[in-house]
T-cell receptor, first 115, second 114 residues
Framework: AQTVTQSQPEMSVQEAETVTLSCTYD???????LFWYKQPPSRQMILVIR??????QNATENRFSVNFQKAAKSFSLKISDSQLGDTAMYFC????????????FGTGTLLAVQP | GAGVSQSPRYKVAKRGQDVALRCDPI?????LFWYQQALGQGPEFLTY????????KSGLPSDRFFAERPEGSVSTLKIQRTQQEDSAVYLC????????????FGDGTRLSIL
């Protein structure tokens, strides 16, 4: 079975500081994709960053970067220079391929950026 | 359109009523997904379409749930004889092609069953 676990229900960070959100996953597939999505109160799920399992280099998108540890099945998200607009629910998700390419989501981490 | 559009944004229904939720994917997107998001939880997969073909409906919780995409574009998720446990946000997502393409989500429909 494919699972995604986010063990931090809530986190808080001061504006301009750095925060790391944790995610672990389990899959028996060798080729898969991992994602971080952001869901603000408006509800729209926005793609933050994407990592392909066969790529050893960690993905980076501006202030967002990941620490992908394939052997440990860990996929954490680092947000640098946090901004008030980063306040949202963050979901880690796994796409293990197959016929559907559906996403398996974790339970989310609510991040609050404090002024 | 510019993004995935879902309607209505909010739906309130009495237990036992039938409801229909609409999803307009990004133009040209082949793949379409429906997810159910309970309060405080991550989205859970319901069903998947590739063009008009429903290739996976393994996540539909019961035979009261039915989805269609007859012309390979707009999709409708129908729930018959609604029950209180159907209350959730229903998210639709589309992607450009089959395979590991990023999914683009709509704003969702919040369904409340009284």
């Amino acid at each position: 079975a494919q699972t995604v676990t986010q063990s931090q229900p809530e986190m808080s960070v001061q504006e301009a500081e750095t925060v790391t959100l944790s995610c672990t996953y389990d899959t028996s597939e060798s080729n898969y994709y991992l994602f971080w999505y952001k869901q603000p109160p408006s509800r729209q799920m926005i793609l933050v960053i994407r990592q392909e399992a066969y790529k050893q280099q960690n993905a980076t998108e501006n202030r967002f970067s990941v620490n992908f540890q394939k052997a440990a099945k860990s996929f954490s998200l680092k947000i640098s220079d946090s901004q008030l607009g980063d306040t949202a629910m963050y979901f880690c998700a796994l796409n293990y391929g197959g016929a559907t390419n559906k996403l398996i989501f974790g339970t989310g981490t609510l991040l609050a950026v404090q002024p | 359109g510019a993004g995935v559009s879902q309607s209505p944004r909010y739906k309130v229904a009495k237990r036992g009523q039938d409801v229909a939720l609409r999803c307009d994917p990004i133009s040209g997107h082949v793949s379409l997904f429906w997810y159910q998001q309970a309060l405080g939880q991550g989205p859970e997969f319901l069903t998947y379409f590739q063009n008009e073909a429903q290739l996976d409906k393994s996540g539909l919780p019961s035979d009261r749930f039915f989805a269609e995409r007859p012309e390979g574009s707009v999709s409708t998720l129908k729930i018959q004889r609604t029950q209180q446990e159907d209350s959730a946000v229903y998210l639709c997502a589309s992607s450009l092609a089959a395979g590991n393409q990023p999914q683009h989500f709509g704003d969702g429909t919040r369904l409340s069953i009284l």
